[in-house]
């Protein structure tokens, strides 16, 4: 079934590509020699392990890397399968739970769902259909 308009997910702007590897420092360095950096990094618990995360920052977008460090994580089960890559486009969206929602009614289902530093995400179950992971993300107020 079709989504009405007041259904559809329209409430996103594309704030982030997450690429997962194998070694942060490695990618960081060859990525910054093309002037795409720096990469400040952070080691944080995500459901199943750890990961170590670089952000660099450019206008509104975010190039996220993603090394996994331990655990069963979605990103390592990425790694595995997958090898180094894209892993997902993630967008920001003001509501989270009324996108989930609306997601849900279209028969995308979610992966994996958590918060960062006050910013609640969801891993989407896009992979068959668009070859990466659609991410929701929903920064706190202000």
């Known amino acids: 079934m079709e989504p009405t308009p007041s259904e559809r997910v329209t409430d996103y702007k594309i704030s982030q590509l997450g690429i997962v590897v194998k070694d ?75 996108e989930l929602k609306n997601l849900e009614k279209i028969g995308v289902k979610i992966l994996d769902r958590g918060e960062i530093f006050g910013v609640k995400w969801a891993y989407l179950d896009t992979q068959e259909k668009c070859g990466f992971i659609l991410e929701l993300g929903q920064w706190p107020e202000g």
């Open 24 to 98: 942060m420092e490695k990618t960081a360095k060859f990525l910054e020699k093309l002037g795409i950096g720096p990469f400040p990094t952070i080691e944080t618990e995500v459901p199943g392990g750890k990961v170590k995360i670089g952000i660099y920052q450019q206008g509104d977008l975010q190039i996220e890397l993603i090394q996994p460090l331990e655990g069963d994580t979605i990103h390592s089960k990425w790694l595995k399968q997958k090898g180094e890559g894209l892993h997902h486009v993630s967008y920001h969206c003001k509501d989270i739970e009324k």
